[in-house]
């Protein structure tokens, strides 16, 4: 498969999204992306297809999955998600889709307060979900189904998820790499550059990673 690629990006008007899909269109990809609001978007460009729609509605995915090599999740609605698990319904949706059209990459972007599956966080990390971040809890839970599901019902598909760590939207502090265990405070534009990377890395697959800078 030789680029460029094709991606389809849900949460492209996001923090971490609307920098993801600026790199891979910088790089001479092309991209389409499902968005609530296109007027969000802060570009226009030849290579960006985008489709109005919300994922908590009726969404024509043989349609956005059909000839696409990855697909990049960086989704989230921490109102909804505190009594709705709306990402991990519809990445069930979008699974089958993606099955039905032969395609095999996904990355989801999690939290790096998401438990991994079959896994626990750190003491410092517990902590933090429990205090500071409280009111992220329905996101994590959100987060942890996906990962359930990825795990035990989509194997078949190359699944990585990134549990993030995001501070803010300034400028890079460095590169990401990938850990089980070491943890950085990210900017959203570090994050989309991880994701960037990591979709297009074999050796993520099936993996549920934090990331951190190497210099900390
Ligand atoms: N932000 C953080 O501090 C942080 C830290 C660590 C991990 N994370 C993880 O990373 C994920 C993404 O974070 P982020 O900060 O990049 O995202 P964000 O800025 O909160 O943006 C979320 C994106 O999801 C879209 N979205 C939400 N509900 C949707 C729906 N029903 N249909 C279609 N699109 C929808 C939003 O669209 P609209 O523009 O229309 O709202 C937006 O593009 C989070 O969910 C979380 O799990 C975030």
Request: aromatic share 8%; proline share 5%.
């Amino acid at each position: 498969m030789p680029p460029p690629f094709k991606f389809l990006v849900f949460g492209a008007t996001g923090g971490t999204g609307r920098h993801f899909v600026s790199l891979a269109l910088q790089a001479g990809h092309k991209v389409t992306a499902l968005v609530r609001n296109p007027a969000k978007l802060p570009f226009q460009d030849a290579n960006l297809t985008v489709h109005q729609g919300s994922i908590t509605e009726e969404v024509d995915l043989d349609n956005l999955v059909h000839g696409v090599d990855f697909v990049v999740i960086m989704l989230g609605d921490v109102n909804l998600q505190k009594d709705a698990q709306i990402n991990a319904a519809f990445v069930q949706k979008l699974v089958p889709a993606m099955r039905r059209h032969g395609v095999k990459r996904l990355l989801y972007q999690a939290g790096g307060l998401s438990k991994p599956y079959g896994g626990q966080l750190s003491p410092m990390l517990w902590v933090l979900r429990n205090t500071l971040a409280r009111g992220y809890a329905g996101q994590h839970e959100d987060n942890e189904a996906v990962m359930a599901y990825l795990a035990t019902a989509a194997n078949d598909l190359e699944w990585m998820v990134h549990r993030a760590g995001i501070g803010s939207d300034g400028p890079t502090k460095g590169t990401l790499k990938r850990s089980p265990d070491k943890f950085s405070v990210a900017t959203h534009r570090d994050c989309a550059a991880y994701n960037y990377r990591t979709v297009m890395d074999p050796s993520a697959i099936r993996t549920c990673s934090l990331s951190y800078y190497e210099k900390d």
